[in-house]
Structure formats: structure tokens, C-alpha cells
């Protein structure tokens, strides 16, 4: 069973700090998507990594996949209130599916 | 742009009625597939289709049915509700299938706030 851990659960800082959180697994995964899920929406794709060790920048958001595609980071720069939200990890399931971590809830405080 | 319409946004049920999630995308995407979201769990996979008339479980089929005879639509059915059905629904569109490859975007819509009492 292909399962995505991400960590930490809850994360709950001051305007202007930097954050990481994780996404691992034991198993490998040919590609890795991050998506971000505020209240009362849907998820939406932030970024897609398909190459071990690829590093993706979005702004103030660093994205990197894991040399042996096994995990994922979300590295954000000078969070701001706006970041606030959950953030998935998902990959790619046996059924051409997706499969998601638990999420990450990022509050960020003004 | 409309993307992946969701109906009803609120329901509330009782135990053993039956109900319809409805779920419209018109981007002309082949796949389209349906999640439920639960505190501490994710989102699993409940039915998926890979195109008009082909239909497939996920995850977590049980208590569900689904249908795909259009390529827009794509309904959830609850057959009797169960208060372990008190979930966030969400239909997700995609042009090719549900993998998260490079150049697949996939679209969600805004989610279902079911209750089952």
C-alpha cells in the first residue's frame, strides 16, 4: 500500500517566518503534486515534480523532490497570512488515481 | 469559466434516505472521479471514470454508486445513507487520467458538506 506522510500536522507562525513541511513515503513515486486547500474549497495544484532531486520555485514557495523520488518538501520564504491553508502532498496511485497525505494546516499570523 | 460545478453545496440526510451528489465539468476531460475528505484521513477515492459509460471503484466504494453516461456528468449516489457517511465530497476533472504527471492538471470542485443524521 502506497502511503504519503506528511508532517508536521498543524503549524501556526508569525508573519514574515519561514516554514518547511514534509511528505514521505517508503515507496517511490514517479511524480509528486503539491496542492493547497483553503476552507470551504477544493484542493488546487500548486506544483507537479516529476525528476528526483528537481528543485520548482513558485514565488516565495520552493518545492523539492527527493533524489530517490521517495519524498517531497514545501519550503515557504516570509510566509504571509495568505499562505494560510492546507497543503497537500498527492501521488500517483495504482488505480491512475490520485493518493493524498493528511495535509499540512498552515496558519499564519499577522 | 465554469471548471467542476458541485451540487448540492450543504445537505443534511437521515439515516437510510437516499441522495444524489451532482457533479458537471465542461472542459471536455475524460477523467473524472469522486474523493471524500475526513478529519485526520485525507482524501480517499471513491468511484472513478475514465470516459463515457466506463466507471470504476476506488478506495472506498462501499455505499456509493456512480454512473457516467455523458461526458460532463458525473453523478454520486448514496443508496441508503449511514451516519459514517457524514463526509466532505469532492469531484476532481482531469484531461487523461488521474495521475499526477507533468501537464495533467486536475480540477476540483468546491466540495459537498453531506451530514447524515
Known amino acids: 500500500t502506497q502511503l504519503l506522510e506528511q508532517s508536521p500536522q498543524f503549524l501556526s507562525i508569525q508573519e514574515g517566518e519561514n516554514l518547511t513541511v514534509y511528505c514521505n513515503s517508503s515507496?517511490?513515486?514517479?511524480?509528486l503534486q503539491w496542492y493547497r486547500q483553503e476552507p470551504g474549497e477544493g484542493p488546487v495544484l500548486l506544483v507537479t515534480?516529476?525528476?528526483?532531486?528537481e528543485v520548482k520555485k513558485l514565488k516565495r514557495l520552493t518545492f523539492q523532490f527527493g533524489d530517490a523520488r521517495k519524498d517531497s518538501s514545501l519550503h515557504i520564504t516570509a510566509a504571509q497570512p495568505g499562505d494560510t491553508g492546507l497543503y497537500l502532498c498527492?501521488?500517483?496511485?495504482?488505480?491512475?488515481?490520485?493518493?493524498f497525505g493528511k495535509g499540512t494546516k498552515l496558519s499564519v499570523k499577522p | 469559466n465554469a471548471g467542476v460545478t458541485q451540487t448540492p453545496k450543504f445537505q443534511v440526510l437521515k439515516t437510510g434516505q437516499s441522495m444524489t451528489l451532482q457533479c458537471a465539468q465542461d472542459?471536455?476531460?475524460?477523467?473524472m472521479s469522486w474523493y471524500r475528505q475526513d478529519p485526520g484521513m485525507g482524501l480517499r477515492l471513491i468511484h472513478y471514470?475514465?470516459?463515457?459509460?466506463?466507471?470504476d471503484q476506488g478506495e472506498v466504494p462501499n455505499g456509493y454508486n456512480v454512473s457516467r453516461s455523458t461526458t460532463e456528468d458525473f453523478p454520486l449516489r448514496l443508496l441508503s445513507a449511514a451516519p459514517s457517511q457524514t463526509s466532505v465530497y469532492f469531484c476532481?476533472?482531469?484531461?487523461?487520467?488521474?495521475?499526477?504527471?507533468?501537464?495533467?492538471?486536475?480540477?476540483f470542485g468546491e466540495g459537498s458538506w453531506l451530514t447524515v443524521v
Open positions: 476532481a476533472s482531469s484531461y487523461s487520467s488521474g495521475a499526477p504527471i507533468a501537464g495533467n492538471t486536475i480540477y
Open positions: 515507496s517511490v513515486f514517479s511524480s
Open positions: 515534480v516529476v525528476t528526483g532531486g
Open positions: 498527492a501521488g500517483g496511485g495504482s488505480q491512475g488515481n490520485l493518493i
Open positions: 472542459m471536455n476531460h475524460e477523467y
Open positions: 471514470s475514465v470516459g463515457a459509460g466506463i466507471t
